[in-house]
């Protein structure tokens, strides 16, 4: 029996090392120290999400090799293998409140109903991203739940403290969401999923993406709770952002969105450092 082969999307790679940069920047945002057992985990769960297809043909290529096994062996590996996975559940929790393992549950299940069809909708098997209007909120719902909800609930900080703080993150991402909408717009249309492009066309979801990043700004504005280089870092990413929006087309590159528009999600961190190099 050939044994499946899989092939790296480095791309996606990237987007976890954004999600990598952004956690810092919450961290650096909040103000306190680094958990890096946690920071990693949650990293390594965004590159597991946008590699789906990857992770099933890995687990897939690990049975096939397992099958060949002796029954003792299969035994032995299972055994060792939930000794792992019980000692990393109790590692994790030593990290997590009860409130922010229940928000972990939640992201992972948003996360996998958005990218396989599980749910059932009129006798046909679906994706959450497919239902109207859903798939830009959805992303950005995930997105504020893993970069910052879970640091702070980690931390045991009242979200109503950091409610500024998590208001800004959600429409960042809603607001860069949108360019990839507007890429995806005939394979969406293909799908019949309603999209803002689909329903509308593509200026009036620039439109709806900049009102977003206007919501974005002025609760950074307004965020009393954050020290200047953070305002600063964060007002320099609203300014690209809202370049790379006017900028996005159904034309444009992959790298375009892949690095470009992606590769915002990293500018906090990089002004935020580069402000602490300057002494700033």
């Not at 954050?226 to 990413?237: A, D, G, H």
Request: charged share 10%.
């Amino acid at each position: 029996m050939k044994s499946p082969t899989f092939k790296i999307n480095f791309s996606n790679l990237f987007i976890s090392i954004c999600g990598l940069g952004l956690l810092i920047f919450t961290y650096k945002a909040l103000n306190i120290r680094l958990q890096p057992i946690l920071i990693l985990f949650l990293t390594i769960g965004i590159a597991a999400i946008y590699n789906v297809s990857i992770s099933i043909q890995l687990i897939r290529k690990i049975i096939t090799i397992v099958s060949f096994f002796t029954v003792f062996i299969k035994t032995a590996i299972a055994i060792l293998l939930s000794i792992f996975l019980f000692g990393f559940v109790i590692l994790i929790t030593n990290y997590l409140t009860f409130h922010g393992l229940l928000f972990l549950l939640l992201g992972f299940i948003l996360s996998i109903l958005y990218q396989l069809p599980i749910l059932k909708y009129k006798n046909k098997r679906i994706r959450l991203k497919q239902i109207s209007y859903l798939k830009v909120p959805l992303i950005a719902l995930v997105w504020t739940i893993v970069t910052i909800l879970i640091p702070i609930l980690a931390n045991e900080i009242n979200p109503a403290q950091s409610s500024l703080l998590i208001t800004n993150r959600f429409f960042f991402i809603f607001s860069l969401a949108i360019p990839f909408d507007i890429r995806d717009i005939e394979q969406d249309k293909k799908s019949n999923t309603q999209t803002y492009v689909v329903k509308w066309n593509s200026e009036t979801a620039k439109i709806i993406a900049i009102i977003s990043l206007f919501i974005y700004l002025v609760c950074v504005y307004i965020d009393n709770g954050l020290i200047f280089n953070i305002k600063l870092s964060l007002y320099f990413s609203g300014l690209i952002a809202f370049i790379m929006i006017l900028l996005s087309s159904k034309d444009r590159t992959k790298l375009f969105f892949k690095y470009g528009v992606d590769g915002i999600l990293l500018v906090p961190i990089l002004i935020y450092w580069m402000l602490a190099f300057l002494k700033f």
